[in-house]
């Protein structure tokens, strides 16, 4: 009762500070919306912007009503600590009368859980750019609207909110954000993959191999007007990455950055951890790392991703309960499983309650029982996937769990090098490390 008091009257404070530093400064702002591809979109903008302009960006996924007036303010969340908060609001105060070199642009990262969400967001920050990554059939966080359409309309309000003067960058393989296009108000972009009518497109993805035939990175090409750029993103797979480049060249060129130039930056791009990044494993094997979060839309292109992917040894995936889906959650999760008998997986391991959907539905269409396992939590499920990755070298294993599962717990056991985790792995924070 107290603590959510405290956390309201902390919103109130850091929120009015936002706002008189918003108005005493005056910065441009560019928001992504969507149910994924969100964060690793925002930090290619980032990257990109950054060849120009003064920029700053959400930090981490800090995206909801307290995330965005800390982004706002230069800071990160000061968790559980009251010093730390009261530093921030001292910092905000101060702020309001003095900050050289306040950043031009701010590229935020904004999410719902509840409806009206977005317009308590937007109203904040009045996007210049507003870009749409994907929707999906069951979008994260439809545990508290009455549908995935009034997530979707809710998430779509971020254009009614994008200045006149601005743009929408939309995703054109996504059926339900191409239909907002005929909406927009304002000037609207397209990219895509496989629309060719985007106005930026992506051609000629393939994934990468050393000489010892593991997967390194991703290379693409990008057409724009005439011209084609090649791209390359090392360490990381999946088209998951290819998306965010096309919606940050649009953003570049939209504000006079070439997407050739867009290009050279996108390439010294640094992932984030958890993000479908790639990780040397113990025994030679790769571990395709994506245990930031999960979603529907999300947990298949991961395993869309994992059947594209050679490798001499077994395939391994390891999936944590997807939360945050209500009343979807088990039919979502069951078709998850069944998606996992049709490829070419030697062995499934779930992590949660909820997974445990996930290996049944495997099992009932077509996975041998003695390849799917099921455990409550990630600390039981280490050291079967420890026997399972040690079986066979060059072994590739997918990870993949809602945030609450933890499921980088287990990944942290079977790194190749355990004495960069803190670099390589999500929530390696103290206070993360102590729940």
């Known amino acids: 009762m107290i603590k959510n008091i405290l956390k309201k009257i902390i919103i109130f404070i850091i929120t009015a500070e936002a ?6 400064y005056r910065p441009r702002f560019v928001a992504i919306v969507g149910t994924i591809g969100k964060t690793t979109t925002k930090d290619l903008i980032f990257q990109v912007l950054s060849r120009r302009f003064r920029v700053r960006k959400t930090k981490k996924s800090l995206n909801s009503e307290i995330g965005l007036p800390l982004t706002i303010l230069g800071h990160e969340t000061g968790w559980d600590n009251p010093f730390s908060w009261l530093k921030i609001i001292i910092s905000g105060f101060m702020q309001i009368f003095y900050y050289p070199n306040y950043p031009k642009w701010l590229v935020l990262e904004t999410g719902i859980d509840r409806p009206n969400d977005m317009d308590k967001i937007a109203r904040l920050i009045k996007p210049e750019i507003s ?3 994907a929707f999906g059939s069951v979008p994260a966080h439809v545990e508290f609207f009455d549908s995935p359409e009034d997530v979707m309309k809710e998430e779509a309000k971020l254009l009614d909110y994008t200045e006149k003067k601005g743009a929408v960058i939309l995703n054109a393989d996504d059926p339900d954000i191409l239909k907002l296009k005929n909406k927009s108000k304002v000037k609207t ?5 496989n629309n060719e009518e985007s106005d930026i497109l992506a051609t000629n993805s393939q994934i990468e191999y050393n000489e010892e035939k593991n997967p390194t990175g991703i290379t693409f090409k990008i057409n724009n007007e005439g011209n084609v750029i090649p791209i390359i993103i090392n360490r990381v797979l999946g088209d998951q990455y290819i998306y965010p480049t096309l919606a940050a060249v649009a953003v570049g060129k939209i504000l006079g950055i070439s997407p050739a130039v867009s290009a050279t930056a996108i390439t010294k791009f640094a992932p984030a951890p958890g993000r479908m990044n790639l990780i040397s494993a113990v025994n030679k094997s790769i571990i395709v790392d994506d245990t930031y979060n999960a979603s529907p839309i999300a947990m298949h292109k991961a395993l869309e991703t994992l059947e594209k992917v050679e490798c001499s040894g077994n395939k391994i995936v390891v999936l944590g309960d997807m939360l945050e889906i209500g009343r979807f959650s088990h039919s979502e999760h069951l078709k998850v499983g069944e998606i996992v008998a049709k490829n070419d997986i030697n062995y499934l391991v779930t992590v949660g309650l909820r997974a445990e959907d996930i290996a049944l539905s495997a099992i009932d269409n077509g996975m041998a029982q003695k390849r799917v396992f099921s455990f409550k939590d990630s600390e039981e499920a280490v050291n079967k996937v420890k026997e399972l990755i040690n079986e066979e070298k060059g072994s590739l294993l997918l990870a993949k769990g809602s945030q609450g599962i933890r499921v980088e717990k ?10 960069k985790t803190d670099k390589l792995l999500v929530r390696q924070e103290k206070d993360w490390l102590s729940r």
């Not at 706002?19 to 005493?24: A, E, G, I």
Request: glycine share 4%; hydrophobic share 50%; charged share 25%.
């Open 131 to 133: 870009v749409i990554t």
């Open 19 to 24: 706002k008189l530093v918003l108005f005493r």
């Open 410 to 419: 287990i990944v942290k056991e079977i790194v190749a090098e355990p004495e």
């Open 189 to 193: 972009y397209t990219y895509g993959i």
